[in-house]
């Protein structure tokens, strides 16, 4: 059995310490100027295994660390950051208990998610999961038949584990666009709706959440029609990264270029909708139409 989160390991998960060992690594070899294939011609591995190390599509095991150590010239501050590094990515973490309900490979999102500084999402049609109440989340879940009683209330127990991200003295920040049509749409009925929305309002006020509607007269931008996650972080070693869900897989981009790409669609976007405030009355004013 894998090791219990450290005490010492403060909001490092287990992905964010893969991602943050990958990219160190890339760091020291290219600062000892030795190519992938100079790497992997001292440790006589494949070229392919060295790239899978410094893109964390592998993990790296402490006799790895061991060997690459001397190679890359690294100190014995720097190796022993690493060393730890390689600890915390093999910690178990709280969504592994629910593999079961979800996808192969889930634990990368939810682990970038649970370690994001940041995280902005554009919506088109639903209510993001970390604002969903469970009410909410049923009512999706209801109208999927291959989805059992036992396994949607599963997922929505994850949905609403994820959003303690939201909650304590610092909660993740979160911003959320979205077009009028959610607003607009009922899922679960009015009562549903209603209680949806005053719990949007409540993160707004005691979670910092920041929530803006783009109307339905708003001008086109890049983001519409799309529905993409951009997750943020407070250290170099941890460039951006976006999530696009597709019907049938998931899509992590985090190569420059593309994540400019959606920011450049994110600021777009930002650029149609309304302001926070002026958002933040249209919730008030749906829920009095809901109620009415």
Known sequence: MLPSRPLTDGATNAVIARRRLAQRLRRYRQRSGLTVEDVARALVCSPSKISRMETAVSGIRVVDLAALAPVLGM???EKLGLDVLVRQARVREWWQEYTDVVPAG????FGLEDGAAHIRTHNTSLIPGLLQTADYARALFSTRDA????RAERMIALRLRRQRLLDGLEPTRLTVLF??????RVIGGKAVMSEQW???LR???ESG???RVIPHDADVHPADGLAFTLFEFD???LPPVVFAELLEEMTFIDDPHGVARYAKALAGAEGAAASAADSRQLIVDRIAELRG
């Open 75 to 77: 100190v014995e501050d």
């Open 106 to 109: 889930s634990g990368q999102f």
């Open 147 to 150: 989805v059992a009683d036992e």
């Open 179 to 184: 077009d009028e049509a959610v607003l607009r």
């Open 198 to 200: 005053k719990q949007i």
């Open 203 to 205: 993160r707004i006020d």
């Open 209 to 211: 959440v920041i929530t």
């Open 235 to 237: 250290d170099e070693d």
